[in-house]
């Protein structure tokens, strides 16, 4: 699997962006997938995942109820919706894919990892 994280920019305290994660190489659907982001000198921090078919997901407390992950797999795409953005969220997104069809927080059981796309959110 080849992933391609896009959708960064820079945006006001409040705004929105729509970060998409396009999947090549093999057959996405089967796998989980998540969106992490990292800052620098911190350890990359789980966002969100969601399963291989959409029923299960999950968000890290920070972002609940501002941010949306979903997923296309008739075009082998996820979504990361982020409304309300605030400084804090500012960070290099990233997108994987899990071993699993399944996914959590541990960023050791996603496999494939996208290229990360540059969020800034300025006050």
């Known amino acids: 699997v080849q992933l391609q994280a896009s959708g960064g920019g820079l945006v006001q305290t409040g705004g929105s962006l729509r970060l998409s994660c396009a999947a090549s190489g093999r057959a996405f659907r089967n796998n989980g997938m998540g969106w992490f982001r990292q800052t620098p000198g911190k350890d990359r921090e789980f966002v969100a995942g969601?399963?291989?078919?959409?029923?299960?997901?999950h968000y890290v407390d920070s972002v609940k109820g501002r941010f949306t992950i979903s997923r296309d797999n008739a075009r082998d795409t996820v979504y990361l919706q982020m409304n309300s953005l605030k400084p804090e969220d500012t960070a290099v997104y990233y997108c994987?894919?899990?071993?699993?069809?399944?996914?959590?927080?541990?960023?050791?059981?996603?496999?494939?990892w996208g290229q990360g796309t540059l969020v800034t959110v300025s006050s």
């Open positions: 994987a894919a899990s071993r699993s069809p399944y996914t959590n927080r541990d960023s050791s059981t996603y496999r494939y």
């Open positions: 969601i399963n291989w078919n959409g029923g299960n997901i």
